[in-house]
């Protein structure tokens, strides 16, 4: 058999670096603390277990395929049109779903240098170009590069905002500026997977936005603050002609039954969140300033996580520190595919996580080299 009478992807397929996910584990430890994907560490509301049990006893039943419940849970809890928002299976797929819905070949989607790698799969996979633009000095996001890189084949623009892995964030005014100065045929995606975490006066999700243009989209998550991340809960809204396009493309039932009430209790329970915003408060600055006050480097985060720089000196590398961490039950995040080899990302953990981190990073750069 030679290679021409194998089944081959379309062109660009096998060009793709598949997604590597957070480790999950560490091995030869008594207690694992998974600090590598930015779960939530209070996990879900308690609602979230009732909601699921009661669905369970029906699991012969197609779900809801307009996850109609869902839509009007987090429409309440927005004060949105649940006829502007459409769910999905995380809100990876919806990212994917934007791509297969507006780009083939010969269309391009920008994505910033150090933004989610999930942009840059998705385009590839509908056949488009992907084009990376760079990021300024202190890893965020800069709108002119961005519009400078605009070409007539552009027609996605994706912006996390605040963005993973480096917790920076894009304030109001200069998403404003970016979206004005867009052509009207491009749609700018703002994924706001870490929007509840964020206390900045500066700092909109996109909502406002969405509202007043055909051509925004924002995208949620329930992975992060509400604790759901095994469930795939992502929601996204935008105009009603981008719905419709989207639900097209979309499969007919890809929300499961246990995800769709899950997410309606999850978004209703407001304390939940609250306590989830309120830990991540406490910790994050603490973690912060326990870092640096190791002498290293953290870029400034207002999400759930933070991007933490190592020095080059073998000893005291990035890839020594994951090392050093995972052999002590502290699974952290590298980030090398996010073009940042030097760094690590850390999640904002239980009390005992962050703490047990700081210490062992202590010794860590203590140590002789
Ligand atoms: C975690 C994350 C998501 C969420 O993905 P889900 O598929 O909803 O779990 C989306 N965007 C960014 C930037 C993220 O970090």
Request: glycine share 10%.
């Amino acid at each position: 058999m030679n290679s021409t009478d194998m089944p081959r992807p379309k062109p660009g397929v096998l060009d793709i670096a598949a997604y590597v996910p957070g480790r999950e584990t560490a091995h030869g430890v008594a207690k694992v603390y998974k600090l590598s994907s930015n779960e939530s560490p209070l996990g879900p509301s308690p609602k979230v277990a009732e909601a699921i049990a009661a669905r369970s006893a029906n699991l012969a039943i197609y779900p809801d395929g307009s996850a109609h419940v869902l839509r009007e849970a987090i429409g309440r809890a927005y004060g949105l049109n649940p006829g502007n928002i459409l769910c999905g299976n995380g809100s990876d797929e919806l990212l994917g779903l934007l791509c297969q819905t507006y780009l083939g070949p010969g269309d391009e989607g920008l994505f910033t240098e150090h933004g989610f790698l999930v942009y840059k799969i998705q385009i590839m996979a509908a056949g488009a170009t992907p084009v990376t633009v760079a990021d300024n000095d202190d890893l965020n996001a800069d709108v002119d590069r961005i519009l400078a890189a605009v070409t007539e084949r552009t027609k996605l623009v994706f912006l996390a905002n605040p963005n993973n892995p480096t917790g920076t964030y894009v304030p109001v005014n200069e998403v404003k500026r970016l979206h004005a100065a867009l052509p009207r045929h491009v749609i700018l995606v703002l994924d706001a997977a870490y929007a509840e975490y964020v206390r900045r006066n500066d700092y909109e999700a996109g909502i406002e936005l969405v509202s007043a243009s055909p051509n925004v989209v924002m995208t949620r998550t329930f992975s992060k603050i509400h604790g759901l991340a095994g469930l795939r809960i992502g929601w996204m809204y935008a105009h009603e002609a981008i719905i419709d396009a989207c639900n097209r493309v979309r499969g007919p039932f890809n929300v499961n039954a246990l995800a769709i009430v899950a997410g309606a209790a999850a978004i209703g329970d407001r304390e939940h969140v609250e306590r989830a915003v309120e830990h991540n408060e406490a910790w994050l600055g603490r973690v912060s300033e326990g870092l640096q006050a190791l002498g290293l480097s953290v870029t400034p985060s207002v999400g759930n996580f933070v991007l933490v720089h190592f020095p080059t000196t073998p000893g005291k590398t990035a890839a020594e520190a994951d090392e050093y961490l995972c052999a002590r039950g502290y699974v952290l995040r590298r980030v090398s595919g996010y073009g940042l080899p030097d760094a690590l990302r850390m999640t904002i953990g239980e009390a005992e996580a962050n703490l047990g981190v700081l210490e062992a990073l202590r010794e860590f750069m203590a140590q002789a080299s």
